[in-house]
Nanobody, 121 residues
């Protein structure tokens, strides 16, 4: 059974930092794109950042320069380092991975349950 399990969420003050982890099990994603999405209350889920197996990255404009996505293919784990957090970053952050693709922008097939990030002002 394939599982993606996020960790590292919590409550932080504006300007602070958090590091999210996404541990995958059940299969390897070393050749597949992985990404982080977020869903704020009352809003649609949106892509925050994505990374290919070779390390090419994509970020949504609102997090560029503040967030960094990375991965460890040996550990089958993806990370999201979030710095200079703002109240508008408050959301449930979910990890996702593609079953077959290594191209950013194509659909994800596997999803974690999410971890809540709350940024206080």
């Amino acid at each position: 059974q394939v599982q993606l399990v996020e960790s590292g969420g919590g409550l932080v003050q504006a300007g602070g930092s958090l590091r999210l982890s996404c541990a995958a099990s059940g299969r390897t994603f070393s050749r597949n794109v992985m990404g982080w999405f977020r869903q704020a209350p009352g809003k649609q889920r949106v892509l925050v950042a994505a990374i290919t197996s070779g390390g090419s990255t994509h970020y949504t404009d609102s997090v560029k320069g503040r967030f960094t996505i990375s991965r460890d293919n040996v550990k089958n784990t993806a990370y999201l380092q979030m710095n200079s957090l703002k109240p508008e970053d408050t959301a449930v952050y979910s990890c996702a991975a593609s079953a077959h693709s290594d191209i950013i922008g194509q659909g994800m097939n596997y999803w974690g349950k999410g971890t809540l990030v709350t940024v206080s002002s």
